[in-house]
């Protein structure tokens, strides 16, 4: 059984395509969003508006 969780673990990444990602958007309306990317063909994204603007004097 060990040795079946241990393949497992291993041949998983090999078989699984998927991309998880967060960005931060600063243009008119600043927003953050969260993606998951399933097999480079479907995106969902869920965009939360920030109402915080960023200025490189401030950092």
């Known amino acids: 059984m060990r040795l079946f969780f241990i393949l497992c673990i291993f041949m998983?990444?090999?078989?699984?395509?998927?991309?998880?990602?967060?960005a931060y958007h600063q243009?008119?309306?600043?927003?953050?969003s969260?993606?998951?990317e399933i097999?480079?063909?479907v995106?969902?994204?869920l965009r939360i508006l920030t109402d915080v603007y960023w200025d490189?004097?401030?950092l």
């Open 12 to 22: 998983l990444p090999v078989i699984s395509f998927a991309q998880f990602g967060v």
């Open 34 to 36: 969260f993606n998951y």
């Open 56 to 58: 490189i004097e401030q």
């Open 27 to 32: 243009s008119a309306i600043p927003f953050v």
């Open 43 to 45: 995106r969902p994204e």
């Open 39 to 41: 097999k480079e063909r």
